[in-house]
């Protein structure tokens, strides 16, 4: 069974800068695997960020930018704002089916 | 203006069979290369993805749940439904459809509440 390996929190200044990144257990992530990139907040429906590694939507803050780092797909924020604090879910493509990241909880502290 | 909205039974017995219904607006099933997909999140867990259909009538399930599952769209009605067979309390989650295109689910339901309890 294929997993998609997230980092399950990680914490932010301000104003800071931060990566997260998505791992695939069947070696490493490219294009062909299509990332996507959601945003959740509590009791919220997720929303998406980036998808196609780094193609974002006309309402994607200017802040994210998505990538291919080290063999996997990432989602950097750059100029953190409070508001950003929320979960965040990768999406990787396995030929016609599609498997979830187990998510990253972004503290802004 | 794309919009999608789920719609079901708030609660199932287990052994039961659910069945949802997603509909969708501002998009066209017909449209080459768009689809409709089915998520779920249990309560305080991480997002899973279950199902894709495109205008094609191709589909795509989640190979863990393939045996569960069924999705089919009526077009006329811009409807996609999703039934989930023999269920069981760990199936217990929000359930969401998403419209897809391009390689991005870039438009959610709000999400429907399914509880699987005796």
Redesign the interface.
């Known amino acids: 069974q294929t997993v998609v390996t997230q980092e399950p929190s990680l914490t932010v200044s301000p104003g800071g800068t931060v990566t997260l990144t998505c791992a695939s257990s069947t070696g490493a992530v490219t294009s062909g695997y299509y990332p996507n990139w959601f945003q959740q907040k509590p009791g919220q429906a997720p929303r998406t960020l980036i998808y196609s590694t780094s193609n974002i939507h006309s309402w994607t803050p200017a802040r994210f930018s998505g990538s291919l780092l080290g063999g996997k797909a990432a989602l950097t924020l750059s100029g953190v704002q409070p508001e950003d604090e929320a979960d965040y879910y990768c999406l990787l493509y396995y030929g016609g089916a599609w498997v979830f990241g187990g998510g990253t909880k972004l503290t802004v502290l | 203006q794309i919009t999608l909205k789920e719609s079901g039974p708030t609660l199932v017995k287990p052994t039961q069979t659910l069945t949802l219904t997603c509909t969708f607006s501002g998009f066209s099933l017909s449209t080459s290369g768009v689809a409709v ?1 089915w ?1 779920r999140q249990p309560p305080g867990k ?4 279950l199902a ?1 259909i495109y205008g094609n009538d191709d589909k ?5 749940l393939k045996s569960r599952l069924t999705i089919t769209k009526d077009t006329s009605k811009n409807q996609v439904v999703l039934t989930m067979t023999n269920m069981d309390p760990v199936d217990t989650a929000t359930y ?1 459809c998403a419209h897809r295109r ?10 429907t509440t399914v509880t699987v309890s005796s």
């Open positions: 997909g998520i991480a997002l899973e993805w894709l795509r399930y989640s190979p863990s969401y391009d390689y991005s689910m870039d438009v959610w339901g709000q999400g």
